[in-house]
T-cell receptor, first 112, second 113 residues
């Protein structure tokens, strides 16, 4: 079993739609949860970063962590064509380790 | 957050040769990380590089294949040695911490022919 599972998509939505991206993870010891956006031929860009359970909002983006279900989500409101990219979830144990464990990424296309 | 410059951005190399990738950070950092992103797969940590000490490699990665240098607090190199087509990947450097998150460079896209 992979430590982090993510639906690869592709996911295609019309402009203005609400997008829901999801990951599940296997180890309840993970404490830090991140979402990255990666445009084609670019490095991953940190979008959202949360510690433990709960919601975090930043503009059109909301990250949600449910540790009881080992489930993390990223919501994008009023999606734009510029949001078209691959979205990667990542988890981290914390403490002395800095090893990020990534999902395989979900390819999102927002159609104008 | 830190700004990372990575070069080369891409290269096509002959099998059996080596390529050195450079990573420059605009601020001093204790640890730098090297990741590999193979086609269709998730990013995987290769090693952690601390200034003044030998790099720490993850399971499945060895120093002879991926030697790393860390001469100061703003610079690191990763060499991919004796390359084969299976080494064709994107290689990325990263800096950060659990409290602030992690920033990545733009990556080096390597094709081995």
């Amino acid at each position: 079993q992979k430590e982090v599972e993510q639906d690869p998509g592709p996911l295609s939505v019309p402009e203005g739609a609400i997008v829901s991206l999801n990951c599940t993870y296997s180890n309840s010891a993970f404490q830090y949860f991140m979402w990255y956006r990666q445009y084609s031929r670019k490095g991953p860009e940190l979008l959202m970063y949360t510690y433990s359970s709960g919601n975090k909002e930043d503009g059109r983006f909301t990250a949600q962590v449910d540790k009881s279900s080992k489930y993390i989500s990223l919501f994008i409101r009023d999606s734009q064509p510029s949001d078209s990219a691959t979205y990667l979830c990542a988890v981290l144990y914390g403490g002395a380790t800095n090893k990020l464990i990534f999902g395989t990424g979900t390819l999102l296309a927002v159609q104008p | 957050s830190a700004v990372i410059s990575q070069k080369p951005s891409r290269d096509i190399c002959q099998r059996g040769t080596s390529l050195t990738i450079q990573c420059q950070v605009d601020s001093q950092v204790t640890m730098m990380f090297w990741y590999r992103q193979q086609p269709g797969q998730s990013l995987t940590l290769i090693a952690t590089a601390n200034q003044g000490s030998e790099a720490t490699y993850e399971s499945g990665f060895v120093i002879d294949k991926f030697p790393i240098s860390r001469p100061n607090l703003t610079f690191s190199t990763l060499t991919v040695s004796n390359m084969s087509p299976e080494d064709s990947s994107i290689y990325l450097c990263s800096v950060g911490s659990p409290n602030y998150g992690y920033t990545f460079g733009s990556g080096t896209r390597l094709t081995v022919v």
